[in-house]
């Protein structure tokens, strides 16, 4: 009986491990016509291709990395550095459609951003160009440096909106309340 087994094992061992190098087109029987027309340019330029991908991808990975990340982080381009002139504003979406912010360059400070809504009830405030945002529902005033109420209704600042440069762009990217 134990013969007969090592007979078996021999016949299976004498069968070819690697098959020659055409015994697996009658394997597989499908022709296709290009399949020898792989060179090594077309294979360059699949790896250059590839390589380029990485590298973009990187990038985007590499800039989105810079900007601050967290719990409330919104990360949404506003301007870009330059844009806006000294005392001028600009309205923007933040964090989405249903909300807005304000971004004023200050002459002495440079660029702050807060929420575009009075602290009293909501109303859109508007920068005035001399240092103040004015809220026009009741006379609400606030101090364009630091969202301080100075005048009317309100109590609380305006909440501040962080920014962030990277790359010639403006981003917004948390409130910060005061
Ligand atoms: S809503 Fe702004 S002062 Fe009242």
Redesign the pocket.
Known sequence: MLQEVDARNEQETSVPLQPSSEQWRSEFPHTWDEDEMVTRRSTLRFLLAGSGVLCLTTGVLAVLSYLPSGPGVQTVAVAKVGELAENASKVFDFPDQYSRAILINLPGKGLVAYRDE??????A?LYQGNGRLH??????LFDAATGAVLA???TRPLPLIQLAVHNGTIYAVREVAQ
């Open positions: 009075c602290t009293h009830l909501s109303c405030v809220c026009p529902c009741h006379e609400g009317g209704p309100p």
